[in-house]
T-cell receptor, first 110, second 112 residues
Framework: GQSLEQPSEVTAVEGAIVQINCTYQ??????LSWYQQHDGGAPTFLSYNALDGLEETGRFSSFLSRSDSYGYLLLQELQMKDSASYFC???????????FGTGTRLLVSP | DGGITQSPKYLFRKEGQNVTLSCEQNLNHDAMYWYRQDPGQGLRLIYY???????QKGDIAEGYSVSREKKESFPLTVTSAQKNPTAFYLCATTPRQGVPLHFGNGTRLTVT
């Protein structure tokens, strides 16, 4: 099987930088993606890493290390609107299905 | 404009009744997925389909059924065999191998 673990909750203040980690166990996958979900809403796509290294998209960056079975989402210049849940997800090459992590609730305070 | 439509947004049913959740897309995507989300939890895969007339069970398929007769449509039926059906149901599509996943706005099902 496969599993993705994330911290359940992270807190930070406006303007700060926060890192949300994702550790996984899988036999093989295409890449690691990240999604944001506000309360009551649907998840929206943030970032994708097909290869090891850092991908930057505005205030958000995502990192992947296949050798360490580890990735993270980095959020810079935090804003109140960044308060949401964040999920990592990977597509297993054997089963062609996307599996989500346990999710991290980010709380940004003034 | 292109997107994924899930209907209805809220659905209420009595225990023992089957109910079908609609998911329609005009993005011309091949792959479609159904996820279930319980309060404060992550997304769990119910069923997925890579192509018309073909679908596979996800991690929690028991008590659910699907069909994929058209590329645009992937309805999910929650049967009376599903022991705890109250949840937020999300439909998603993707044009290629899982990235990015586009979600509908979800259907919140309450069974009493």
């Amino acid at each position: 099987g496969q599993s993705l673990e994330q911290p359940s909750e992270v807190t930070a203040v406006e303007g700060a930088i926060v890192q949300i980690n994702c550790t996984y166990q899988t036999s093989g996958f295409y890449g690691l993606s990240w999604y944001q979900q506000h309360d009551g809403g649907a998840p929206t796509f943030l970032s994708y890493n097909a290869l090891d290294g850092l991908e930057e998209t505005g205030r958000f960056s995502s990192f992947l290390s296949r050798s360490d079975s580890y990735g993270y989402l980095l959020l810079q210049e935090l804003q109140m609107k960044d308060s949401a849940s964040y999920f990592c997800a990977l597509l297993n090459t054997g089963f062609q299905k996307l599996v989500f992590g346990t999710g991290t609730r980010l709380l940004v305070s003034p | 404009d292109g997107g994924i439509t899930q209907s209805p947004k809220y659905l209420f049913r009595k225990e023992g009744q089957n109910v079908t959740l609609s998911c329609e897309q005009n993005l011309n995507h091949d792959a479609m997925y159904w996820y279930r989300q319980d309060p404060g939890q992550g997304l769990r895969l119910i069923y997925y389909s890579q192509i018309v007339n073909d679908f596979q069970k996800g991690d929690i398929a028991e008590g659910y059924s699907v069909s994929r007769e058209k590329k645009e449509s992937f309805p999910l039926t929650v049967t009376s065999a599903q022991k705890n059906p109250t949840a937020f149901y999300l439909c998603a599509t993707t044009p290629r191998q899982g990235v990015p996943l586009h979600f509908g706005n979800g259907t919140r099902l309450t069974v009493t």
